[in-house]
C-alpha cells in the first residue's frame, strides 16, 4: 500500500480516519487550528479531542465556479458534528443537485485521494457523504 500522507493536519488517517481538534480546557471551544490563546474566553490551556465521523448538514452551496482545474460544480457545506464541531467540507458522494441535498440531513465522513507525488505518497483528503 502507498503511503499516505493527510492533507490537512487535524486529519488522523488510520483504520478508522477522524477529524481532532483543538479543545480550550477552560471552555471546551473547538479550533483546528492552533490558538495560542482561545476566542471565546482568553483560555490559553488546550488538549485534543477526536472528533465523532457523523454530523448533520448544516447549510451547503453548489459551486459552479472555480479555477480551471477544479471541476464543478460541486458541494460545499458546512457540518455540526455529533457531540460537537463545527466542519466546513465538501459534501460528496452525492450529485450536486438542490433537491438531492436537504439541511439536517445525516452525513459521514470519508476520505479520498487528492493527488500523489514522483514517490507515490498519496495526499488524502476528507469530505461528508451522504450517511
Ligand atoms: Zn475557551
Do not use: W
Not at 448544516?58 to 471541476?71: G, L, S, W
Amino acid at each position: 500500500m502507498a503511503r499516505q500522507v493527510p492533507y490537512v493536519g487535524y486529519l488522523s488517517l488510520g483504520d478508522e480516519p477522524h477529524l481532532v481538534a483543538n479543545e480550550c480546557g477552560s471552555c471546551g471551544a473547538l479550533f483546528f487550528d492552533r490558538r495560542n490563546a482561545c476566542a471565546n474566553c482568553g483560555g490559553s490551556r488546550f488538549g485534543t479531542r477526536r472528533l465523532a465521523g457523523d454530523g448533520v448538514l448544516r447549510a451547503f452551496t453548489i459551486v459552479h465556479r472555480a479555477t480551471p482545474d477544479v471541476r464543478v460544480p460541486y458541494v460545499s457545506g458546512i457540518v455540526d458534528l455529533d457531540g460537537g464541531g463545527v466542519v466546513k467540507a465538501n459534501i460528496v458522494g452525492v450529485d450536486p443537485e438542490p433537491g438531492l441535498l436537504s439541511l439536517g440531513m445525516k452525513v459521514t465522513l470519508t476520505t479520498f485521494a487528492v493527488g500523489t507525488d514522483a514517490e507515490g505518497t498519496e495526499a488524502v483528503g476528507f469530505g461528508y457523504r451522504p450517511a
